[in-house]
């Protein structure tokens, strides 16, 4: 009886997968590919270095809602020119802001976010091989919804998903004329936590990814580096992309630092600092 019900299972699952396909992670739009979006430079130097891994550490703070004004005086600090985009305005129209910084900023950085009332919640180090994919969950949910975005055609689309996780995927490859530096591309993606020792299932089931590739972006990125991802502005619809992106829906505890109050309650949004810490060739 167990068995009966384990294939019955599968073959539910199997149905479910045959529905329509999501765009495909590595065909953007246009002919745009994702690996295309970290930046090439021509410096006439045909060799490429090998890279055979990177190091990151991912610092997350939360700031409390009210505070989001203070966030601009850390943009106005950071550069933009380093980035490639699929659709740089449907990157904004997602809500999504990211700026580049240096290890000489980084200190300069920290005490405007102290003064924005953040708090970190998490520090993660990634150590990833050359041409690795990482996914860093962002949020989960147990119930199937549907995620509103702007396309990479500048269209108001809806993607049905869940339950599962989105997550920031970071990938990572050697830049062929740039030494000692990397090529970063990040994007965020639905995944399913379904895991399964049947290799023909599983590959179907990775399938149902959905790459939100209109908020995608690359850089090439330097030990010391690092990128401050953020809302481009606090969303309150929390059927947005950006909103579950960024935003803690339940809120959290935040003290004031001036004054002598308990902590207290606050809607919050995260931040998102990506450092490159070490490159080894």
Not at 48 to 73: C, G, R, S, W
Not at 79 to 100: E, G, H, P, W
Not at 196 to 212: A, G, H, N, V, W
Request: charged share 20%; proline share 6%; hydrophobic share 35%.
């Amino acid at each position: 009886m167990v068995r009966f019900i384990q294939i019955a299972a599968l073959i539910c699952l199997y149905s479910w997968l045959a529905g329509c396909i999501p765009p495909d992670e590595d065909s953007l739009t246009n002919g745009t590919k994702i690996q295309d979006l970290a930046p090439k430079y021509n410096d006439g130097n045909g060799a490429e270095n090998q890279l055979q891994t990177i190091n990151f550490d991912m610092h997350i703070y939360e700031v409390p809602a009210d505070n989001i004004d203070k966030i601009d005086e850390i943009r106005r600090t950071l550069d933009i020119k380093q980035f490639r985009y699929n659709n740089r305005l449907a990157f904004s129209n997602n809500f999504f802001s990211v700026y580049f910084g240096k290890l000489n900023q980084w200190n300069i950085i920290s005490d405007l976010l102290i003064n924005a009332g953040a708090e970190r919640r998490s520090r993660t180090s990634l150590l990833m091989p050359d041409g690795q994919t990482k996914d860093f969950t962002v949020a989960g949910f147990d119930y199937p919804l549907t995620v509103f975005y702007t396309s990479s055609y500048g269209l108001k689309e809806g993607a049905r998903v869940g339950p599962g996780f989105l997550t920031m995927r970071i990938k990572v490859g050697n830049s062929p004329s740039l030494r000692d530096a990397a090529e970063v591309t990040i994007y965020p993606v639905f995944t399913i936590p379904i895991g399964t020792s049947i290799p023909e299932l599983d590959t179907q089931i990775k399938t149902r990814e959905f790459p939100f590739t209109a908020a995608a972006f690359g850089l090439n990125m330097n030990p010391g580096d690092f990128i401050f991802l953020s809302p481009e502005k606090y969303v309150e619809d929390q059927s947005t992309l950006g909103y579950i992106f960024f935003n803690n829906p339940r809120g959290n505890m935040f003290f004031e630092k001036d004054k002598r109050k308990p902590p207290e309650l606050k809607p919050s949004f995260r931040v998102y600092m990506l450092t490159c810490t070490g490159i080894n060739n």
